[in-house]
């Protein structure tokens, strides 16, 4: 079973650069896992920041930036404000139509 | 405007079905598109259950496949999601969302671009 890994947790200071990461437990992410970045608030429906790597999602500002990293997929976060504060999950295809979530980052921005 | 909106019981009891459908407006269901379905159970993190074609082709997941069925009506411009057998395991948050799968070029996109908001469903007796 493909598993992503994200990490648990992560803390910025606002106006600070974050960079969050995406991986698998076995082998490298590429453009081909067609990575996705969503931003989740408590009670709300994720939203979609970043797409096939690195295309933002129409109204998301250009402080979210994506790319692939060494063997990870990576969201960074430049200039990071308060309202930034949320989770954050990656999502990559992984084959055979399948997809699959990260565990997914919460983001303390203090 | 593309809206998404789950409807369905908010509790079912064990061993039960769960039965769930995402109505689609400002977009045609028949257009080529994937619509899915992601749950998120209390606390935890998101996870893919499946999703449908328009042309009515499934892919699940492999850790739900024996209980899961994913069903498109365009008639009624909705889809659905069953799952049998259901324990406590299975209380969660069940979005619906599109799955927007486009060229540009030689290159391919692919994101879940529209989410409904979501509805609460307990398995409890």
């Known amino acids: 079973q493909t598993v992503v890994t994200q990490e648990p947790s992560f803390s910025v200071s606002p106006g600070g650069t974050v960079t969050l990461t995406c991986g698998l437990t076995s082998g490298s992410v590429s453009t081909a896992h067609y990575p996705s970045w969503c931003q989740q608030n408590p009670g709300q429906a994720p939203r979609t920041l970043i797409y096939s790597t690195k295309t933002r999602s129409s109204g998301v500002p250009d402080r979210f930036s994506g790319s692939i990293l060494g063997n990870k997929a990576a969201l960074t976060i430049t200039g990071a404000q308060a309202d930034d504060e949320s989770d954050y999950y990656c999502v990559l295809y992984v084959g055979s139509g399948l997809w699959v979530f990260g565990g997914g980052t919460k983001l303390t921005v203090l | 405007q593309v809206q998404l909106q789950e409807s369905g019981p908010g509790l079912v009891k064990p061993s039960g079905t769960l039965s769930l459908t995402c109505a689609v407006s400002g977009v045609s269901i028949s257009s080529s598109n994937w619509w899915s379905w992601v749950r998120q159970p209390p606390g935890k993190g998101l996870a893919w259950i499946g999703e449908v074609s328009h042309s009515g082709s499934t892919i699940y997941n492999p850790s739900l496949k024996s209980r899961v069925t994913i069903s498109i009506d365009k008639s009624k411009s909705h889809f659905s999601l069953k799952l049998t057998s259901l324990t406590a395991a299975d209380t969660a948050l069940y979005f619906c969302?599109?799955?927007?799968?486009?060229?540009?070029?030689?290159?391919?996109?692919?994101?879940?671009?529209?989410w409904g908001q979501g509805t609460l469903v307990t398995v409890s007796s």
């Open positions: 969302a599109r799955r927007y799968d486009f060229l540009s070029g030689s290159n391919r996109y692919t994101y879940f671009d529209y």
